[in-house]
């Protein structure tokens, strides 16, 4: 390199040039949960974890069209693992799900309210009955509480969990590949994600900012929602009127 | 990403002439390079992209407040370090030598000043240049081989290397 353009390249060096926002991630992520990514066309307007789940969700489904390096990168930057954009263009082979689907600890209801730092939420009816085992994990963010039914085989029928969503939980993402139906709905004036078809996992903030990766546990339909603090999950064979009456009446 | 937000930053703080707007346009360029992911050509080279995304931002900023880009170009207190430790007089006519580049670069022209920065300050290749100001490749080779001309004619360069 001549002389002159090397000194300014040393000049370059030696420049104190502004460093960017410490926050810059965070603050781009903010905007673009602000403000709902028209591809995601939510019929109301969730709060912006939710907004930004469905933003990511429409990227994913863009497929084809999609680049992975730079979606990675940008998902990365925000947050979100670039793992987990791997996983959607090639749908997963199902994670082996543990004999108690690794859902914790068998407790009594009685312990579950103990146990969970937050109020816990009872299902009812149209919730078949009593559940048949309730399980309390304190590894996941700060406990989470599963409703477990069994079928007439002792099979895992429908799933209810319900975790407090912590401090900085920014971001609820299922991955959903091209067989899974994704779509946006309400519960009580909430909002919620409703999928539909091929199995997903479960990916969200925890309160230090790290993406936690849940287990698959039915691979079947799921029902996502919030309220208040809390953020609730149900999963099994139901159709998305069932399942969004079980939340309804919670 | 984490990568690619200082270079973003930095070619904004040099096309707005401030951090504020550099700030802002920086976010709102990565927004909307989020946003536009899906048009983004398979097998293209992201960072050119994304820079000229960002400055494309910056420079809307600047035209919109009506001010010309006159970022404060600072020297770092110490000058790079490394290797052997220079003799203090070697020190001093260096740091000497970079302020006399550095008043010398402002004096030139806006657009001769920005491709030199680009190109040699931010190390930018000439693609990423010609990106982040909007123009063509062949308009970068020209400017930049033009505005080392004038700086070398206004520093005297045989005088300064005698």
């Given at each position: 390199m001549p002389e002159l353009e090397r000194e300014l390249r040393d000049l370059g060096r030696a420049l104190d040039l502004p460093a960017p926002p410490d926050d810059l991630a965070a603050r781009v992520r903010q905007a673009i949960a602000a403000e709902p990514a028209?591809?995601?066309?939510?019929r109301f307007r969730p709060r912006r974890a939710l907004v930004v789940a469905l933003a990511v969700l429409a990227l994913a489904a863009l497929g084809a069209l999609a680049v992975p390096q730079a979606r990675t990168a940008i998902l990365e930057w925000l947050g979100l693992r670039g793992a987990s954009v791997e996983r959607v263009e090639t749908q997963p082979d199902a994670p082996a799900v543990p004999d108690d689907l690794g859902l914790g600890d068998l407790v009594t209801l009685a312990e579950a309210r103990d146990l969970a730092p937050f109020t816990l939420v009872e299902p009812g009816p149209p919730?078949?009955?009593?559940?048949d085992e309730i399980r309390f994990d304190p590894v996941t963010a700060d406990g989470q509480v599963a409703f477990l039914w069994l079928d007439t085989?002792?099979?895992?029928?429908l799933l209810l969990t319900e975790f407090r969503a912590p401090l900085g939980f920014e971001f609820v993402e299922k991955l959903a590949g091209p067989g899974t139906e994704v779509a946006a709905v309400e519960v009580n004036g909430a909002p919620g994600i409703w999928l539909e078809g091929e199995p997903h996992g479960f990916y969200y903030l925890d309160a230090a900012g790290q993406p936690r990766d849940e287990t698959l546990r039915l691979a079947r339909n799921t029902l996502l929602w919030e309220r208040g603090p809390l953020t609730f999950r149900l999963e099994g064979d139901l159709t998305r009127e069932e399942a969004l009456a079980v939340a309804r009446a919670l | 990403m984490q990568r690619h937000q200082g270079i973003a930053f930095r070619t904004a703080c040099l096309i707005a002439g401030n951090a504020a707007d550099a700030e802002d346009a920086t976010q709102d360029g990565f927004v909307k390079a989020y946003r536009a992911l899906g048009r983004f050509r398979r097998g293209a080279p992201f960072r050119p992209w994304l820079l000229q995304i960002v400055a494309n931002e910056a420079r809307n900023r600047r035209r919109s407040a009506g001010r010309r880009a006159a970022l404060d170009l600072r020297l770092a207190g110490a000058g790079p370090s490394g290797g052997a430790a220079p003799s203090p007089e070697a020190a001093t006519e260096a740091a000497e030598r970079r302020a006399e580049l550095l008043a010398a670069l402002g004096r030139l022209r806006e657009e001769e000043r920005l491709v030199l920065a680009c190109r040699f300050l931010l190390e930018l290749s000439e693609e990423e240049t010609a990106a982040a100001l909007g123009v063509r490749r062949g308009t970068v080779k020209s400017r930049a081989s033009r505005a080392l001309a004038r700086l070398r004619a206004d520093l005297g360069e045989e005088a300064a290397h005698a």
């Open positions: 028209p591809a995601a066309a939510p919730a078949p009955g009593p559940p085989a002792a099979e895992p029928e | -």
